[in-house]
């Protein structure tokens, strides 16, 4: 017997439990009529109902709604939509597409599931899932709103982090948010304060060359459901009861959650492309359209790109991060190609985007961590210019020319010394902190930092596109052996500079991120572009713990330091980039107070005090190919020998880091810093800081 149906409500979007039903609402403009689609289960060739929408009755302005009683959470629903095809006018209505919902909360994929098929097979289509928020308990927990100055931010994939079976987490969960929870203990030991997920929206692994799996997760399909395998569950809504619990139990271990979002295209790729969603609804609003409105724009060099600066669409983005930050209680945003975001319907960059200026003034996210990858596939680079005031950005440059530096090439000296005291000639702005400067030396678009120091070319060949995909412009070097080599020598070297690029990243002004695994030196063979491989390759092997337990521990003690967190691991007031920030600072070279700032000049040193320390730090940074002796300051304490070593990356473990007040005396005024190496000294002031600077 057929269930009665009311009209609904326009308001909220999506599929809303409510007593005795769910009331369901999307957004179609252009649309004649549209259908709601019950199943049973998420492989079912048939709706078990359909409910046809009256476009009298069900229908306000633009807005299409109903309420159908007797269902609750964990229905399966999906849309068939009627209109005109007419990809002149930017129109492609298709009713013979199954539709998932733009604001569903979950999103169930068929064990068959088919993007050839693009979803005119009812059996293999991806359908939406009602889910009620309300029937969760946060236990009290918070997003944790932890201070930029005091973040040190790991990226990391869900599924990588414990996939590979040397993880020890149980092969039911392997690779799952129930998954990372085991792990978070390692986590804290490594010292890291947030992790930042690459993609978990809901997205298609198929959208990928043939034959591969999209493994990055950067194909949306959904901007509200969390990614169905990665939950340790078949069960439709189980993948969002399962997010909470990991988010619950970082924030419990004192760790943020940052998402790193696509709101610069969908899956749904360019005009020969599947229609899952989006396209279905209405096309022209969503997308940004080339002039003849049959084709896509692709500043997002993937196919097509969201219009970001739609009002329906403005609405969409900023409903998705109030989401995500009221009901998943994540912590911040990192925004992948964030320049799309100011681009108009045409594809001109906006002086004042709207979309830009929506979540920076929204109170809900007031508070959260933004960060921008200021850049697109369309050139449009934003670095130090990004719109707002609260935005923090990907800092390329630091990357860039952190790399040049380590490499010894020419020229890179002066802009290497700007990225490591905040990168002013970037970010010019007097009134902003150091830490709108993400910095950074790996991510996962790019080499490992291993294959940093061991490729001089990418090897992309197993990616199927003859490797010609991937950057080309990877400022490389590998220390004398292409790839893997049992030459201790060469290892040695590799090592010094992976705890160079460590050091740098951890020590400079801005906020800090590395990639997982960087601390073991994960490897993934000189493939710079390993978007598409769903394999160990890309998997964190937990033998390299032991492989490269050197590593692990120097970057546990930098992080420790920079935190400054005492034997207890509380931290203190302030960082110790916070403390060289506010500091006196002066540049030496090899002479005190004389550095070298000529473009065939590889070495630089600087010393800053640290009043709240009563003590001064000494930095010594050494790129050329042979050893430098640097002058050292005297300092006026009486002590005889004042200065303490805290690191020198030249040197073997335990001697290449110390904890901070266990560092050994140096005897000499003097100190050697050996071939492209890295060293911090330190010595207790007296009342007058230094006698010579």
Known sequence: MKRPRSRGRSSPLGATPAGIGVNFSVYSRNASDMDLLLFDREDDARPARVISLDPFINRTYHYWHVFVPGIQAGQIYGYRVQGPFEPSAGLRFDDSKILLDPYGRAVVVPRNYSRDEAQSNAATAMKSVVVDTSLYDWEGDTPLMRPPSQTIIYEMHVKGFTQHPSSGVEEDRRGTYRGLIEKIPYLQDLGVSAVELLPVFQFDAQDCPPGRVNYWGYAPVSFFAPHQAYSSSRDSVTPVSEFRDMVKALHKAGIEVILDVVFNHTAEGDQSGPTFCFRGFDNNAYYVLEGERSRYANFSGTGNTLNANHPIVRRLIVDSLRYWVQEMHVDGFRFDLASILARDSSGHVMANPPVLWDIESDPVLAGTKMIAEAWDAGGLYQVGSFVGDSWREWNGRFRDDARSFFRGDEGALQHFADRLLGSHEIFCHEEREAEQSVNFVTCHDGFTLNDLVSYNQKHNESNGENNRDGGDDNRSWNCGVEGQTDDPAIEDLRNRQVKNFMTVTLLSLGLPMFTMGDEVRRTQLGNNNAYCHDAQGNWFDWSLLKKHEDIHRFVKLLIARRLRRDASGLRQRMTLTELIAKSAKGWHGVKLDQPDWSSHSHSIAFSAELPQENALAYFIF???????????????????????????????????????????????????????????????????VLAST
């Open 622 to 688: 050494n790129a050329y190919w042979e050893a430098l002796d640097f002058e050292l300051p005297d300092v006026a304490n009486g002590q005889e020998g004042p200065w303490r070593r805290w690191i020198d990356t030249s040197l073997p473990t335990p001697q290449d880091i110390v904890p901070w007040q266990e560092s050994p005396f140096v005897a000499e005024q003097t100190y050697q810093a050996r071939p492209r190496s890295m060293v911090v000294l330190w010595a207790r002031a007296g009342n007058d």
